[in-house]
């Protein structure tokens, strides 16, 4: 099963930018991971993990309300990564930052794979 390698945390002060990677642990042909739905996932300190975006092959995107407008989720097929491009962040955007496979689109779908470690974000001055 492949698993995911999150990247591209970091401190950062409000209103400031990061863009976090996700990149598979093993090479998936390009052909494949083009029919994966990519999802990301964040959890904060004492709460549950909850999903943030998605993204499917073709590129549909949905986003939980809490970051849409500040949140862009992208992929590159032929290099099996998915992203995350994350502005204007706020403290409550702190959290371990996770990606996985999805089971599909929607904000109610769920993870497929293994976790992998996740990149912490913390917004704070």
């Known amino acids: 099963q492949v698993q995911f390698v999150e990247s591209g945390g970091g401190l950062v002060q409000p209103g400031g930018s990061l863009r976090l990677s996700c990149a598979a642990s093993?090479?998936?042909?390009?052909?494949?991971?083009?029919?994966?739905?990519m999802g990301w996932y964040r959890q904060a300190p004492g709460k549950q993990r909850e999903l943030v975006t998605t993204?499917?092959?073709?590129?549909?995107?949905n986003y939980v309300n809490s970051v849409k407008g500040r949140f862009t989720i992208s992929r590159d097929n032929a290099k099996n990564t998915v992203y995350l491009q994350m502005n204007s962040l706020k403290p409550e955007d702190t959290a371990i930052y996770y990606c996985?496979?999805?089971?599909?689109?929607?904000?109610?779908?769920?993870?497929?794979?293994?976790w992998g470690r996740g990149t912490q974000v913390t917004v704070s001055s």
């Open positions: 996985n496979r999805n089971s599909g689109a929607t904000l109610l779908s769920r993870p497929l794979g293994s």
């Open positions: 093993e090479t998936i042909s390009e052909s494949i991971f083009r029919f994966y739905t």
């Open positions: 993204i499917t092959g073709g590129g549909i995107t």
